[in-house]
């Protein structure tokens, strides 16, 4: 109460915060101690009363909004003297209702039951809050607005700093703090740069309090890639492989990684790092050498590095190359030795002594390369240009490098030559469409491999054609006659017939000339049909005459039923149909068809037709 009393005195000398109302020399002064009361706090209010020397002082009321204040244990209590004219009043934890008017009333039993009142006000302090995003993103080169709000009763002050990763203040940022709001601060950093970005603190304070947030700043700029890309970068078969892609944008773009054109994903040994730009690739193998790919992108652009990679070990020769290899006599040969291995191996390709272990690699001897023998390095194939017999053998490929070495044993090369040829080529039978073949050949048993044939085929020249033409139709090596079939009727052939493999083809067979047989187009199917109205009948037609001669004629004779002709049309074949109109209602009449080539006329066809009634209507019968 000795602050109430002190702060009272002040009051009556100076009148700050005090609400003063009199009645010429009667007067009652009421004060708070401090302007603000935090909430939880404790305010203390003073009410004296200035009294004449006669006045006899009867009553002090206290009001809260013009509520008459009771007191409360250990909350709300008054200490009133009325002979000196005071009452002090004390709230203890204070909470936002507390607020408002209070107002002291003096009352006087002498002179007359006077009263005087006045009133002061409470106001309560808020609690401090202070927001703003934790993560605020800017494009290089724009207007960085950062943003943070403050609320308090009374109203904070703003200030922002520049930070430290550990929070530590670097600077005190001043002239660029823009006001909107009294509760809202700006800090303003025209055309923003990448040395922007960090961290920023924004502080809010105010007589009992100060509070601050951190804010991180992301300058999104053009994701340069900052890694130097790695020219083959050569890893050991069975460690690991790890790719950086660190970019110049704080805000991490979106990392694409690519191997030899396709996409990677998270695989049990592949990890794509889609926010770090870090490929991570474990236990790799051969498989892994090659060209890799970082895209990196953002809302501002895009940019692209390749790195080569070369896995190193001992080479590994391939299972999937062929241990038996066929090459016809004079074309080109290839054994294959496909490996995987770096540094590149050597390659020694030798072949197996006459008599010797095919198993046992000290029963090789190394073949002497030369113009028509070389070594496909890359591939560690063994290549002839113009295969001969005496290339026809077991070879084996040894391939080696710093790390270590493979071989191949039992490598077969069968240069086959030549068939013999066959003879004596003849007709056996034919008909319109096909011919029977025979010939002869030696038997395939008394042939080595090498020479034996794989099929046989056949070539034929029209009469005016000077050249051979090889038929699609095929025989087999075992057969000695067969049928060509789906000839051109009427048609003159030379015919003759080759063995073939893999060497080519052996010299022909003697030629004959064959001429298909010339066949008449067949019916297959001839119809006529009488309509619903009873004045129309509809012819169809269907030949069969492909492979021979054109049909130059189709002809069809139209009679009654007593025979008589009644007329003769000459109808398109390929048209399928025609319709005779405006017969009599129920008539028989027949038709006969006939087709001719230059072979000759089919044999004619003939069919009857009866007319229908017709259609029946409130009139009777109508014709159409």
């Given at each position: 109460?000795?602050?109430?009393?002190?702060?009272?005195?002040l009051?009556?000398?100076?009148?700050?915060?005090?609400?003063?109302a009199?009645?010429?020399?009667?007067?009652?002064?009421?004060?708070?101690a401090?302007?603000f009361?935090p909430?939880?706090?404790?305010?203390d209010?003073?009410c004296?009363?200035?009294?004449?020397?006669s006045d006899?002082l009867?009553?002090?009321?206290w009001?809260h909004?013009?509520?008459?204040?009771q007191?409360?244990p250990?909350?709300?209590?008054?200490d009133?003297?009325?002979v000196?004219?005071?009452?002090?009043?004390?709230?203890d934890?204070?909470?936002l209702?507390?607020?408002?008017?209070?107002?002291c009333?003096a009352?006087?039993s002498?002179?007359n039951?006077e009263?005087?009142?006045?009133?002061a006000t409470?106001?309560?302090?808020?609690?401090?809050?202070?927001?703003?995003?934790e993560?605020?993103?800017?494009?290089?080169?724009?207007i960085a607005?950062?943003?943070?709000?403050a609320?308090?009763?009374p109203?904070?002050?703003i200030?922002?700093?520049?930070?430290?990763?550990?929070?530590?203040?670097?600077?005190?940022?001043t002239?660029r703090?823009?006001?909107?709001?009294?509760?809202?601060?700006v800090?303003?950093?025209?055309?923003v740069?990448?040395s922007d970005?960090g961290?920023?603190?924004?502080?809010?304070?105010y007589?009992?309090?100060?509070?601050?947030v951190i804010?991180?700043v992301?300058?999104?700029s053009f994701?340069?890639?900052?890694t130097?890309?790695l020219?083959?970068?050569e890893?050991m078969k069975?460690d690991?492989l790890t790719?950086?892609?660190?970019?110049?944008?704080q805000r991490p773009?979106e990392?694409?990684?690519?191997?030899?054109?396709?996409?990677?994903?998270?695989?049990?040994?592949?990890?794509?790092?889609?926010?770090?730009?870090?490929?991570?690739?474990t236990n790799?193998?051969?498989?892994n050498?090659?060209?890799?790919?970082?895209f990196?992108?953002?809302?501002?652009?895009?940019?692209t590095?390749n790195?080569?990679v070369?896995v190193?070990?001992?080479p590994?020769?391939?299972?999937?190359?062929?241990?038996?290899?066929f090459?016809?006599v004079?074309?080109r040969?290839a054994?294959?030795?496909?490996?995987?291995g770096?540094p590149?191996p050597t390659?020694v390709w030798?072949?197996?002594?006459?008599?010797g272990n095919?198993?046992?690699?000290?029963d090789?001897d190394?073949?002497?390369?030369?113009?028509?023998?070389?070594?496909?390095?890359?591939?560690?194939s063994?290549?002839?240009?113009?295969?001969?017999?005496?290339?026809?053998g077991?070879?084996s490929?040894?391939?080696?490098?710093?790390?270590?070495s493979?071989?191949?044993?039992?490598?077969?090369?069968?240069v086959?030559?030549?068939?013999?040829?066959p003879?004596?080529?003849?007709?056996i039978a034919?008909?319109?469409?096909s011919?029977s073949?025979?010939?002869?050949?030696?038997e395939?048993?008394?042939?080595?491999?090498?020479?034996?044939?794989?099929?046989?085929?056949?070539e034929?020249r029209?009469?005016?054609n000077?050249?051979?033409?090889l038929?699609?139709?095929?025989f087999?090596?075992?057969?000695?006659?067969?049928?060509l079939?789906?000839?051109v009727?009427?048609t003159?052939?030379e015919?003759?017939?080759r063995a073939?493999n893999?060497?080519?083809f052996s010299?022909?067979?003697?030629?004959?000339l064959?001429?298909?047989?010339?066949?008449?187009?067949q019916?297959?199917?001839?119809?006529?049909t009488?309509?619903?109205?009873?004045?129309?009948?509809?012819?169809?037609?269907?030949?069969?005459?492909?492979?021979?001669?054109?049909?130059?004629l189709?002809?069809?004779?139209f009679?009654?039923s007593e025979?008589?002709?009644?007329?003769?049309?000459?109808?398109d074949?390929?048209?399928?149909?025609y319709?005779?109109?405006?017969?009599?209602?129920?008539t028989?009449?027949?038709f006969s068809?006939v087709?001719?080539?230059d072979?000759?006329p089919?044999a004619?066809?003939?069919v009857?037709?009866?007319?229908?009634l017709?259609?029946y209507?409130?009139c009777g019968y109508?014709?159409?």
């Amino acid at each position: 109460m000795a602050l109430v009393r002190l702060i009272a005195s002040l009051c009556l000398s100076l009148h700050v915060l005090c609400g003063i109302a009199a009645a010429q020399d009667l007067s009652v002064d009421v004060s708070f101690a401090v302007e603000f009361i935090p909430v939880d706090g404790r305010a203390d209010a003073l009410c004296t009363v200035n009294k004449r020397g006669s006045d006899v002082l009867s009553a002090i009321v206290w009001r809260h909004n013009g509520t008459v204040i009771q007191p409360i244990p250990n909350r709300i209590i008054i200490d009133t003297d009325l002979v000196i004219g005071r009452s002090e009043l004390e709230i203890d934890s204070v909470v936002l209702s507390d607020a408002g008017t209070y107002s002291c009333q003096a009352a006087f039993s002498i002179p007359n039951g006077e009263s005087i009142i006045t009133s002061a006000t409470l106001r309560i302090a808020t609690a401090l809050v202070v927001t703003a995003a934790e993560e605020q993103d800017f494009l290089e080169g724009d207007i960085a607005n950062l943003t943070c709000s403050a609320f308090s009763f009374p109203s904070p002050a703003i200030q922002w700093f520049r930070v430290d990763e550990d929070l530590n203040e670097i600077a005190t940022l001043t002239g660029r703090v823009e006001a909107g709001d009294e509760d809202y601060g700006v800090y303003r950093i025209p055309d923003v740069e990448r040395s922007d970005g960090g961290f920023y603190k924004c502080e809010g304070s105010y007589p009992f309090e100060r509070m601050s947030v951190i804010i991180q700043v992301f300058v999104i700029s053009f994701p340069e890639i900052l890694t130097p890309p790695l020219i083959n970068f050569e890893v050991m078969k069975g460690d690991n492989l790890t790719l950086e892609c660190e970019t110049a944008s704080q805000r991490p773009p979106e990392y694409i990684w690519s191997f030899e054109g396709e996409e990677l994903s998270n695989t049990s040994n592949v990890t794509v790092g889609e926010v770090t730009g870090q490929l991570n690739v474990t236990n790799v193998t051969f498989l892994n050498t090659g060209t890799y790919n970082c895209f990196a992108e953002n809302n501002f652009g895009n940019d692209t590095q390749n790195s080569t990679v070369v896995v190193a070990g001992s080479p590994e020769i391939l299972t999937g190359n062929d241990t038996v290899t066929f090459a016809g006599v004079g074309n080109r040969a290839a054994l294959n030795c496909s490996f995987l291995g770096y540094p590149p191996p050597t390659i020694v390709w030798s072949k197996l002594s006459g008599g010797g272990n095919a198993d046992d690699a000290d029963d090789y001897d190394p073949v002497n390369l030369n113009a028509r023998l070389s070594i496909n390095t890359t591939n560690g194939s063994f290549l002839i240009a113009e295969a001969a017999g005496s290339d026809r053998g077991i070879y084996s490929c040894n391939i080696s490098n710093v790390h270590g070495s493979d071989a191949r044993f039992n490598l077969t090369l069968n240069v086959i030559e030549f068939p013999p040829d066959p003879s004596q080529l003849r007709v056996i039978a034919q008909d319109d469409r096909s011919v029977s073949l025979g010939w002869v050949y030696v038997e395939l048993n008394t042939l080595p491999e090498y020479r034996r044939p794989e099929r046989f085929v056949v070539e034929a020249r029209l009469d005016d054609n000077p050249e051979y033409e090889l038929l699609d139709q095929s025989f087999p090596p075992n057969h000695t006659a067969g049928i060509l079939a789906q000839l051109v009727p009427g048609t003159q052939f030379e015919i003759r017939i080759r063995a073939d493999n893999l060497a080519g083809f052996s010299e022909p067979s003697n030629s004959i000339l064959y001429t298909s047989v010339a066949t008449i187009p067949q019916f297959l199917f001839f119809n006529a049909t009488p309509l619903d109205d009873g004045r129309n009948i509809l012819l169809q037609w269907e030949l069969e005459y492909d492979g021979g001669p054109d049909v130059v004629l189709f002809e069809v004779e139209f009679r009654d039923s007593e025979g008589n002709l009644l007329d003769t049309f000459e109808l398109d074949i390929d048209a399928g149909s025609y319709l005779v109109e405006n017969l009599e209602p129920v008539t028989t009449y027949s038709f006969s068809a006939v087709a001719l080539n230059d072979i000759g006329p089919t044999a004619p066809i003939t069919v009857e037709a009866t007319t229908t009634l017709g259609t029946y209507s409130d009139c009777g019968y109508a014709y159409m």
